[in-house]
């Protein structure tokens, strides 16, 4: 059974920048975006842009 995901309520929190400007991301965060990959149909690299990552 496919889950439904709204891309819009996906949020990257971050919870740090390093020195070299390298942001970190809540682990939550993170999964969800992962999961939200992995649907069909939907392009990585578009999400990653959408996202910022």
Partial sequence: MQENWNESA????????????????DRQSK???VK????PGVSLAGMAL????
């Fill in 31 to 33: 999964q969800a975006l």
């Fill in 36 to 39: 939200a990959c992995l649907q």
């Fill in 10 to 25: 996906l949020h990257l929190i971050v919870t740090g920048t390093r020195r070299d400007g390298r942001r970190r991301y």
């Fill in 50 to 53: 959408k996202h910022g990552v």
